[in-house]
């Protein structure tokens, strides 16, 4: 609103001006960020002053006659000729004379920014592009002020993939920020990658397309099903393969280990559930180059999670064909979901129930990959400590994970948060085959006396095992199990579950 300013375009800068302050001298390099030019004008240049009033800090821009043809003579005589914010000056003196400032002491600065364009380099200010040169040589030249303003908000609102936006807790298992219902936002209000700093081309980008993902999404929060599969129904409904959308693929090899991405899809609604039990897998199927590709995975976000299901996928040969597809997988691919069978286990209020019997104890055995759906137990077990700590009885969740080598576990970095965050409830010790030195857990295969130790034994009535991992490893656990007394109703074997035989 104020007239005597104007939004001054970036090529004011990248053409080759420099800046000075008050006093003729350069302060801060012309190219860098708006951030940190604007910074360097609040900390080392004068307020303006006319008359009464007394402005902002602003800063003198001086253009040469090659960085004036760079920024466009025709384009120049808009702000100088129509709006009258330059003022030309015939060399250095005329310009001392209008800044106010010391001659000799402008002149040094343009000695030095010579000497700087000669050798590529301002130790000053560690400038290392030139567009043009300034020396006191230089005639013909026109100087304005400027100021920084407010043109784009920067920082704000945490918003996911989705567009939600998300506020900070403190008690998750993974991740620090929970979404809002039914509030979605994009442009300037946001923040994360695009309230980092001021991007070329940012706005259209937030509009365009952060702002038609965010519609498309709010659009969605009153379709019809609450669920998108019906778990409780074993009939056919339930094996229907279902469109499913990529939301995105992050790369997680320093979050949940070597070689793996989670990729997460949107639910057909963004209020909606997935309506799959905790233990339950999913089967995705799509095309690459004509080939039709299958894979199974167990979900990492909970049942009661909206709008949203993830998986963990390996990267490597170890993550099977479907590896190729979901490696190409970008956001807005399409692909297809059918829910599977698996363990199904209710976490209800004051209690966790299995094929309808109540369960006190949980012991997981995983067994490389099959760490997965242990995650989903281990997040909704972390759920039901928060939200029933009286109903729930104190070392019931154990979980004995084995791998090859170190680069083959993954997230180690939840297993640890857990444990810190319930140390009464949760514990979990890992074997390798093939440790680094000096390894201090456990070496070689799960044996006998690893379960007695570091899952729960004798077994009594109201515990349940799961094993998940590479059939021999599995049956190598059913036979451990059942050498220690355990029943057969006792455990859960993700290879033993024919629904896989059925959708091959």
Not at 166 to 181: C, V
Not at 212 to 227: D, E, H, W
Not at 258 to 278: D, I
Not at 326 to 341: D, I, N, Q, V
Request: glycine share 10%; charged share 25%; proline share 5%.
């Amino acid at each position: 609103s104020n007239p005597t300013k104007i939004l001054a375009p970036e090529a004011i800068r990248g053409c080759g001006g420099i800046l000075v302050n008050s006093q003729g001298k350069r302060f801060v390099n012309e190219l860098d960020l708006r951030s940190v030019v604007s910074a360097g004008i609040q900390k080392h240049c004068s307020n303006y002053k006319s008359d009464d009033y007394e402005g902002p800090p602003f800063a003198w821009v001086i253009l040469s006659e090659p960085a004036q043809q760079g920024f466009g003579i025709h384009a120049l005589s808009f702000y100088m000729d129509k709006m009258g914010l330059f003022e030309r000056c015939q060399d250095y003196k005329e310009i001392a004379k209008l800044i106010g400032c010391d001659e000799q002491v402008l002149r040094e600065t343009f000695d030095n920014y010579e000497d700087a364009c000669l050798v590529g380099a301002c130790t000053e200010t560690g400038k290392d592009v030139f567009p043009a040169k300034v020396s006191p040589d230089s005639k013909n030249l026109i100087v304005g002020r400027v100021t920084p303003s407010i043109h784009y908000t920067m920082g704000g609102i945490n918003i996911n993939a989705a567009e939600k936006i998300q506020e900070r807790i403190s008690e998750g298992t993974i991740g620090a920020h929970r979404r809002i219902r039914r509030l979605f936002a994009a442009g300037e209000v946001t923040g994360g990658v695009h309230g980092g700093n001021r991007l070329a081309g940012n706005s259209l980008l937030e509009c365009v397309v952060v702002g038609r993902v965010a519609g498309q999404r709010a659009a969605t929060i009153n379709f019809p099903s609450k669920k998108m599969f019906a778990s409780d129904d074993a009939s056919q409904p339930e094996t229907k393969w279902q469109p499913v959308t990529v939301r995105e693929v992050r790369n997680t090899d320093k979050e949940y280990g070597m070689n793996t991405r989670e990729v997460r899809f949107n639910l057909h609604g963004s209020l909606q559930e997935s309506g799959l039990a905790v233990g339950q897998f999913i089967a995705l199927r799509g095309e690459l180059d004509g080939e039709t590709l299958l894979g199974y995975f167990s979900p990492i976000t909970r049942p009661d999670d909206i709008g949203v299901i993830g998986i963990l996928c390996r990267v490597d040969e170890k993550g099977g064909p479907i590896t190729s597809l979901l490696e190409k997988a970008r956001p807005g691919s399409c692909l297809y979901m059918s829910a599977m069978g698996g363990l199904r286990l209710q976490f209800e209020r004051d209690s966790i129930t299995y094929k309808g019997e109540q369960i006190r104890r949980i012991g997981l055995l995983a067994g490389g990959t099959g760490i997965a759906p242990m995650i989903q137990i281990i997040r909704a077990y972390g759920k039901h400590v928060r939200e029933n700590p009286a109903s729930v009885q104190p070392g019931g969740l154990n979980l004995i994970y084995a791998a090859e080598e170190v680069s083959d576990l993954s997230y180690m970095k939840i297993l640890q948060d857990l444990k810190q965050q319930y140390p009464e409830h949760f514990r979990y010790y890992v074997i390798l085959n093939r440790p680094p030195l000096g390894w201090t857990e456990g070496v070689g295969f799960v044996e006998r006396q690893d379960l007695i130790k570091h899952m729960f034994f004798p077994p009594e009535e109201g515990d349940l095992a799961v094993m998940c991992g590479p059939p021999i490893f599995e049956f190598a656990m059913r036979k451990t199990l059942a050498g220690l007394g355990f029943d057969r109703s006792q455990w859960f074997s993700f290879s033993e579950d024919d629904r896989v035989s059925a959708h091959n």
